[in-house]
């Protein structure tokens, strides 16, 4: 799988109706520790196998979004299960923390 970007309109249908865990990725193209990560979201989507998913916010682009969720900093990844909000890191993460967090 890729990275699924994410939008206002397609928020709700994609992270909060998920029947599998989600791994939101709330970045910008101007933030360098955003860039960094971009191989690791990359990497986690490519292993998903269909287990979970990873998307992508362009907190430029969606700016409700990022307020919904008290995004102040990014990198922010937040993760959902069941529709609900189970956890969140910020700043340049571990994959393996990545991975904790869809656990």
């Known amino acids: 799988m890729e990275v699924i970007k994410v939008t206002g309109d397609t928020f709700e249908e994609i992270v909060i109706g998920s029947d599998v865990p989600v791994l939101v990725d709330f970045w910008a193209t101007w933030c360098g520790p955003c860039r960094m990560m971009t191989p690791v979201t990359e990497a986690l989507a490519a292993e998903s196998d269909g287990k979970y998913k990873i998307c992508s916010v362009n907190v430029d682009e ?3 979004l990022a307020d919904r969720f008290g995004v102040n900093s990014i990198p922010m990844f937040i993760s959902f299960s ?11 993460t571990p994959k393996e923390t990545l991975l904790t967090l869809l656990a």
């Open 62 to 64: 969606e700016p409700a």
């Open 82 to 92: 069941g529709g609900e909000m189970k956890g969140s890191t910020v700043g340049v």
